[in-house]
């Protein structure tokens, strides 16, 4: 029998050796497992702070091109009115009646042709068709009215006295 406890007494020592070569191999992987756990929150940690880093970033130059953009936007319309204004022409008047002429061949902008279906004619405030090319009479209940190329003239005739005429063009 004592050497049957000494057996069994022999073999619990065994066991209770290998239970914590176990417990303690275990514990090791625990530890590089909580390891790996804590170096990949910190890779996460540093890749979510450098896409905010990014995206604040993005967001900066995104603003900073809206406001150049706007920018350029009122600049580029700026000069298009200016080009507009330097090429628009006008000329305004109360008839007596008859005949009202525009002489395009002197002035500042002798030197210029007026752009081809650029004329419009205002009669009292109503916009009047016509064709800029035609070099002869437009007919309208109101009155005669034609661009005559040669001459370099707008014509509008036979208006009542008292209508208010506006004749405008481009010149290039």
Not at 49 to 69: F, K, M, N
Request: overall charge negative; proline content about 0%; glycine content about 10%.
């Amino acid at each position: 029998m004592a050497a049957e406890e000494g057996a069994r007494a022999s073999a619990d020592g065994s066991l209770q050796t290998r239970l914590a070569a176990e417990e303690a191999a275990l514990a090791a992987e625990i530890v590089a497992t909580n390891a790996d756990v804590g170096s990949i929150d910190t890779r996460v940690a540093a890749e979510e702070g450098a896409r905010a880093s990014a995206d604040g970033s993005l967001q900066t130059r995104l603003a900073a091109e809206e406001v150049a953009r706007a920018g350029a936007d009122t600049a580029l319309g700026g000069r298009i009115d200016a080009v507009e204004a330097m090429h628009r022409q006008f000329a305004q008047a109360i008839t007596v009646g008859g005949t009202m002429t525009k002489d395009l061949a002197t002035g500042t902008d002798s030197g210029k042709s007026v752009l081809n279906n650029s004329i419009q004619i205002f009669l009292n405030g109503l916009r009047l068709h016509f064709d800029g090319a035609a070099t002869s009479d437009g007919t309208c209940t109101s009155g005669d009215y034609w661009y005559d190329a040669s001459a370099k003239e707008i014509h509008v005739q036979d208006v009542l006295a008292g209508d208010m005429v506006e004749v405008q063009w481009n010149m290039i």
